[in-house]
C-alpha cells in the first residue's frame, strides 16, 4: 500500500508536442503484460541525461552514454521491462544494439539516434529478438496522449503508475513539463533500476537542459533512499522538444530559464517523492531535514545517516519515538568536529532533543503522537551554520523482508 | 536462534592471574537480573581502550578517556547494564564519576583509576545510588574464576553469554588470555553498545598493549557489521596484569610479542564473530571475503557495501542465489576505476561470476545448493592489487524488524 499516493487521472496527464508515446506487450519475461515502451522525438528535440555510478552498468546504459557522446539528435527512445540487460557483457551490449538498429530502421534515423533502456532481472540475456517483433505494434500504437499508458508500461513492482504535469507560461506562450517515473535504483537492483523521464515541450539548448538535469537531479532523485543500495540501470532523463514555439532558452540568465527548471525540478521532486511512497514495505513517508550545517556535504551526510539506519526506520515502522536511535545516527554521521551539544531535533512539531540531550519539557506522548502520523517530518538542527538539506525515505517493515526474501520466487 | 554458538563451559573459561570478577543484582532496569559487574586488576596492570567514535558518545566514554589520559594504573572496572547513560549531559557525568568515586573509597583507590563502562536504554537518568549500594555485594563475590558469570552480567539483548580463553607459552612460562563481550554497537544502539574485555596475565607495556589492541581491534570488532549502526557506547578493553611473571613486552620486536597479539587477536576474532552469530534476528553467518585489491581500504569498502546491502542480507535470509544483489553492491561500493569485467564471486566452493558476467559454467541449483548453508562465504576477486580483508555479517530476516520494532514494548 502506498503512502498517500493515488494513480493519476488521465486528464491530470498532460501531452507534450513532439512527443508520442506507444506501448506493446512484447512478452519480456511474461505473457499479457505491457513490457516496451517507444517515445517518438520530433526532429530538433535535445536530449541530456544522468545514469548510475554502478561500476556495474548495465549494457543499455554503456549504449546511452556512447550515444549521446555522438551528439546527433536523438529521435526515440526505447524501454524494456521485465529483463535488466545488466551483468551480460558483451552479449548483452549487442543485444542492445540490435533492438536500436531496428527501431532507427523503422523510423529513418541512425543507430545512434535511439537511445536504448532495460530494467527487469539482472544476468539473463535480452531476448531482443521479442523486442524487435513487437515493436511495429508500438510504433503503431505512437500517440502524444499517452503517458498513462507509459507510466504503466514502464512498471516492475511498482503498485501505481507515476507520472505528473505541471503547466506554466513562457513568453506568453502556454508550455508542458510532464514526467514518469518508476521504481527505484535503490530499492531493486533486480528488478534494477530506477528511471525517469521528464518532457517539455520548451526550447531549449543542449548546454542549458543539462544544467536544468544536473540541479533536479539533485535536488529530486539524488535525495531519496530506501535502502541504500544503487542500482545498475538507473537513468533519469530530461527531453525539451522546443514545439511550443517559445524562445530557445541558451544558458542560466536567459529569462525563461528560472521558470522552467522551477517545473522540471518540482516534476522530478513529485516523481522522486512518489518512488518513496512506494517503496517496497513502506507504511510512513519520511522527509529528514537538517539545518544548521557548516555545508550541504555535511548536511546530507547527516539526513542520510539518518535516512538510512535500519533502527531509525524499524522505529519509524512500530510508531516508537526511539529517540536514541536518532540521536546516535547524527552521532555517527561523519562530522568529527560535531558539538552534540548544540544539536536540536523535532519530531514534526514536537521539541525532542535540546541541546545535545533530551528536552526537559519533552513528553513521550507528543513523540508518540507524531510517530503515528504516515507523513513524519524529522528537522536535526546542527548549530553549526546556515546550509541545509532535505531528503526523503520511508520505514522499513516486515512487508520489506517479504517482498525481498520472495522476489524470485 | 544463534548460529552455531553454544553458551561456554564454565571449564574453558581460564582465570587470569590478577583479575577479580564480582557481579550483583543492582535493579537498574529490571530486578532479580545481574546487571553489575566489577573487575578488580591487581596493581601494576596496563590497561589500554578503543572507544566508539559516535559523536554522541556517552558519559562512562567521555570519563574512561578522561581517567586513562591521566595514566595512573588503573585498579577497577564497572559495568552496568540496562542503562546507557548516554543522551545525559553533565548530570550523567556527575552520576558516572560518583559511581567511580565510591568504588574507589571501597578498595582504596583514586576515582580516576577506575573505569565505568554502561550498556542500556540511552537518554535515560543512571541510577548511581542503586549502583552503588550494590557495590559491597559485587566487591564481595570477587573471585578469579568467575568469566562465565562476568559474561552473563554484561549481556543485554545477547541470547548466549560470549566467553572464550587461549593459552600460550611465553618464555616458558604458561599465559592466559581470556575476554568476554556482549552485542553489540553495531546493532543496538538501545541497548547500546558492544563491549569487550579481554585480559591476560602476561605483562606488557602500556605503549605495547596498545599496539596489540589496535591491530586486534582493525581484525575483529571493526570487521563486523549486522546493521551498519554504531552506537554510543561501543569500547573495547585489553588488559595484561603481569602476574604471570613473564618478562614485559615493550614493543613489537619483542620476542614475545607476536605470539601474544595473535592469542589477543584470536580471543577478538572470536568474540567478535559471536556477537554477529547472536545478531538480532540472524538465521546466516557470512563471511565476506575480498580479496585482489590495490590496497586494504578499497577491500574493505567493496566488503562493507555486500555486508551491509539490505538485499544481498535478505537473499541470504531466503537463501537465494541472487548474483545480481552481489554485483550490484560491489559495483556501488565506491571504486571509481573499478574495471568489471576482471571481477570473480565464488559463493562457497561455487565460481558464479567470472570475468564481471555470469559464468557460463554456474548452474543456479549449485548456487541453491551453497546459500541453503548456514554458515557462507562469499569471496570477491578484484583483479586489481594483491591486498585483501575479510568482514562477518549476518542475513536480514523477519525476525531483527520485529526485535526493533518492538524493542521498547
Redesign the interface.
Known amino acids: 500500500m502506498p503512502v498517500s499516493l493515488a494513480p493519476p487521472k488521465p486528464e491530470d496527464l498532460l501531452p507534450v508536442k513532439g512527443v508520442m508515446l506507444g506501448v506493446a506487450e512484447a512478452g519480456v519475461r511474461k505473457e499479457n503484460r505491457k513490457d516496451l515502451l517507444v517515445m517518438r522525438l520530433a526532429e530538433g528535440a535535445s536530449v541530456v541525461g544522468v545514469f548510475t ?5 548495465a549494457a543499455p546504459v554503456i549504449l546511452c552514454r556512447e550515444h549521446l557522446a555522438l551528439e546527433r539528435p536523438v529521435r526515440a527512445l526505447l524501454v524494456n521491462t521485465g529483463n ?1 540487460n ?4 558483451e552479449d548483452g551490449l549487442a543485444r542492445a544494439r540490435r533492438t536500436c538498429a531496428e527501431l532507427a530502421a523503422a523510423i529513418g534515423c541512425d543507430r545512434s539516434q535511439v537511445l536504448p533502456f532495460s530494467t527487469g ?3 539473463e540475456p535480452l531476448p531482443a529478438e521479442r523486442i524487435v517483433a513487437a515493436l511495429p505494434r508500438a510504433l503503431a500504437a505512437c500517440r502524444e496522449d499517452n503517458w498513462l499508458g507509459a507510466a504503466e508500461a514502464i512498471m516492475t513492482t511498482d503498485t501505481v503508475p507515476k507520472a505528473c504535469s505541471r503547466r506554466l507560461n513562457l513568453g506568453g506562450k502556454p508550455v508542458t513539463v510532464t514526467g514518469i517515473a518508476k521504481g527505484a535504483g535503490m530499492i ?3 528488478m ?1 533500476t530506477m528511471l525517469a523521464y521528464v518532457a517539455t515541450d520548451a526550447a531549449v539548448s543542449q548546454a542549458a537542459l543539462q544544467q536544468m538535469l544536473t540541479r533536479a537531479a539533485a535536488r529530486s532523485f539524488n535525495r531519496i533512499t530506501v ?6 540501470n538507473d537513468s533519469f532523463m530530461l527531453i525539451a522538444t522546443g514545439a511550443a514555439g517559445t524562445n530557445t532558452i541558451t544558458e542560466e540568465r536567459h529569462p525563461d530559464y528560472a521558470a522552467l527548471a522551477g517545473a522540471v525540478t518540482e516534476v522530478a521532486v513529485w516523481l522522486a517523492q512518489a518512488i518513496i511512497r512506494d517503496g517496497e514495505g513502506a507504511t510512513k513517508f519520511i522527509t529528514v531535514q537538517v539545518e544548521g550545517g557548516k555545508n550541504e556535504e555535511e548536511c546530507g551526510k547527516v539526513a542520510f545517516a539518518v535516512a ?4 531509525v526506520k ?2 519509524f ?2 510508531s ?1 519515538p ?4 536518532l ?6 554521521a561523519g ?2 568536529d ?1 558539538d ?2 548544540r544539536v536540536q531535533l523535532h519530531l514534526g512539531d514536537v521539541h525532542v ?1 535540546k ?4 528536552n526537559p519539557a519533552y513528553r513521550e506522548e507528543d513523540g508518540q503522537r507524531v510517530m503515528k502520523q504516515s507523513e513524519i517530518t524529522v528537522r536535526v538542527e546542527l548549530g553549526r551554520g546556515s546550509a541545509q538539506t532535505t531528503v526523503w525515505t520511508c520505514d ?3 512487508d ?3 517482498i ?6
Chains 1, 2 share one sequence.
Open positions: 555510478q554502478n561500476r556495474f552498468c535488466a545488466a551483468g551480460t557483457g532481472v539482472i544476468m531493486h537492483p533486480d534494477a535502502d541504500g543500495d544503487t542500482s545498475t538510512h539506519s535500519p533502527l524499524t522505529a515502522f512500530a516508537d526511539n529517540l536514541g536511535r540521536l546516535c545516527a547524527i552521532g555517527y562530522i568529527p560535531l552534540a551539544g532533543v541541546d545535545g540531550g533530551r522499513l517493515s516486515h520489506y523482508v517479504s525481498n526474501a520472495d522476489y524470485r520466487s
